[in-house]
């Protein structure tokens, strides 16, 4: 089993920058990646970037290309994201995912955080 939680959400206005971690816990050691994934009110929850946990080699949305970074502490097993040039449809609830099923886009991972809304008012 992996426990994820995941922290750093909150209000900002557009334009502004925010970090999310998400610490895992347990076996870790057996996840080969992790994501972050979004869910806004009304929609399906979508992918934001993926992020292999041996290379550090990620993958992202087109919508978050060039404003957001992922990044992980391989020792600590913490994910980060990085999210700058903040928009109103950036808001969302926010959650980590660890050890995909399928690959890493898709949302069949086996463990999920509780999540964590981000709102940007404009």
């Known amino acids: 089993q992996v426990q994820l939680v995941e922290s750093g959400g909150g209000l900002v206005q557009t334009g502004e920058s925010l970090r999310l971690s998400c610490a895992a816990s347990?076996?870790?050691?057996?996840?080969?990646?992790m994501a972050w994934f979004r869910q806004a009110p009304g929609k399906e929850r979508e992918f934001v970037v993926g992020?292999?946990?041996?290379?550090?080699?990620?993958y992202y949305a087109d919508s978050v290309k060039g404003r957001f970074t992922a990044s992980r502490n391989y020792a600590k097993n913490t994910m980060y994201l990085q999210m700058s040039s903040l928009k109103p449809e950036d808001t969302a609830v926010y959650y980590c995912?660890?050890?995909?099923?399928?690959?890493?886009?898709?949302?069949?991972?086996?463990?999920w955080g509780q999540g964590t809304q981000i709102t940007v008012s404009s």
């Open positions: 992020i292999h946990w041996g290379t550090g080699d990620t």
């Open positions: 995912a660890a050890d995909p099923r399928r690959d890493i886009y898709s949302d069949a991972y086996n463990y």
């Open positions: 347990g076996r870790a050691i057996d996840i080969y990646a």
